[in-house]
């Protein structure tokens, strides 16, 4: 497989793929091992025309995909036998709270590059396979490091939620597509929650008393993270599970949290010294 942009998502695909015994390049803006650099044009139409799989998880920047413009021709002629992208259930916008699948609308967000680059890439084979992901958590990036660092809210909202999926449940349904149909596919878990909601599950986890509920205003948010709230949505999952078999092993972020927390007290335990006194 190829993949082009290795972020945290990526990155745990091409971990799991490795283990597998799969062959993986990453194309990063910096070559390293079995790493190809984004502007090494040679080395990376090489790596298309030579992989059986070729996967794109780098986001829009400015008003366009860098890898369409520079490599969308040559990917989009590879002789790869599975072409996908990962791309985001923001393309949906804001619905108001009610639920969106693969035949909503797109384009109506706040990120309409994200949408534009979504159907850019859906129009550029006729077998891709295109992941619309909502919020992306799992060890090292969830509710569970906010609120170690201080960093969490619980904003007063009532009735907004949002979608969230574990990051190796995109791992598991991406790699479900393998044998399966082209086309589009949200990855979610089964539970659209208030955010609230989370971040007093990872206190609970925790054993720490959840931070005090306040308004947007007082919350005093950067741009981005204000945006998070200006859009409300379920998503649905169902043509994943239908057309791919693919199921959350995380359906809700109850186990999703759990399992992180699993994860990182292993990790923590592995790259801790024992101390050992004589007697």
């Known amino acids: 497989m190829l993949i082009l942009g290795l972020g945290y998502t990526a990155s745990r695909l091409a971990m799991r793929l490795r283990a597998r015994g799969w062959q993986v390049t990453g194309v990063r803006r910096a070559a390293g091992p079995d790493m190809l650099a984004f502007d090494d044009d040679a080395a990376v139409l090489a790596a298309i ?5 070729i996967l794109s998880s780098v986001p829009p920047e400015g008003d366009g995909d860098p890898v369409l413009a520079r490599y ?3 990917i989009a002629a590879a002789p ?27 384009g109506r967000g706040r990120r309409t590059a994200r ?5 850019a890439w859906g129009a550029l084979r006729p077998d891709m396979r295109r992941f619309r992901l909502p919020g992306i958590y799992g060890p090292g990036r969830s509710a569970l490091d906010r609120v170690r660092e201080g960093k969490a809210y619980r904003i007063d909202l009532p009735g907004q939620v949002f979608s969230r999926i574990h990051v190796d449940d995109i791992v598991a349904g991406v790699i479900a597509s393998f044998d399966g149909p082209p086309g589009v596919y949200n990855l979610a878990d089964d539970l659209p929650a208030p955010q609230n909601a989370v971040t007093e ?8 008393p959840p931070p005090p509920l306040v308004t947007l205003e007082q919350a005093n948010l950067s741009p981005m993270a204000r945006a998070f709230y200006a859009e409300n949505r379920r998503v649905a999952n169902g043509r994943a599970k239908r057309l791919l078999g693919w199921k959350p092993l995380h359906p809700t972020y109850r186990e999703g949290l759990a399992a992180c927390l699993c994860e990182e007290a292993g990790t923590a335990r592995r790259i801790v010294p024992v101390m050992v006194t004589n007697p």
């Open 72 to 74: 969308g021709g040559a």
């Open 49 to 53: 025309d030579g992989a059986t799989h």
């Open 80 to 106: 790869a036998s599975w072409v996908g992208y990962l791309s985001s259930t923001g393309v949906y916008g804001d619905a108001a709270g009610a639920w969106v699948d693969e035949a909503s609308p797109v």
């Open 201 to 208: 599950a990872a206190c609970g986890l925790l054993g720490l």
């Open 115 to 119: 949408a534009d680059a979504d159907l």
